[in-house]
């Protein structure tokens, strides 16, 4: 496979994209804070994530199937920490203390 500049350019915007999610991640895990992510958001986001996944398979193209390869894991990841970590007494009406 032959590297052409669009597709250069594709791998540096997929590792800044990809790169983004390590210090969340990161930060998750070591603090096992979840309460301010939101599950809807990540669910969407990884489903999203692996269509483009898909999509990029499809297509033959390295960096978008590369590119959201990795983010799937590390999106992924935060979904699982927010699952396994998420407390069940901040369930509720929504509103926050005053």
């Given at each position: 496979m032959q590297m052409d500049y669009p597709e250069?350019?594709?791998?540096?915007a997929g590792c800044c994209t990809t790169a983004a999610f390590f210090p969340q991640v990161l930060h998750t895990w070591r603090t096992r804070s979840v309460a301010d992510l939101s599950l809807r958001m990540y669910l969407l986001f990884t489903l999203g994530v692996l269509l483009w996944l898909v999509y990029g398979i499809h297509i033959g193209s390295l960096a978008v199937a590369l590119a959201n390869g990795v983010t799937l894991v590390l999106a992924a990841s935060i979904l699982v920490m927010k699952l396994a970590y998420d407390d069940p007494?901040?369930?509720g009406n929504g509103?926050?203390?005053k």
């Open positions: 250069l350019i594709g791998l540096a007494s901040r369930k509103r926050r203390p």
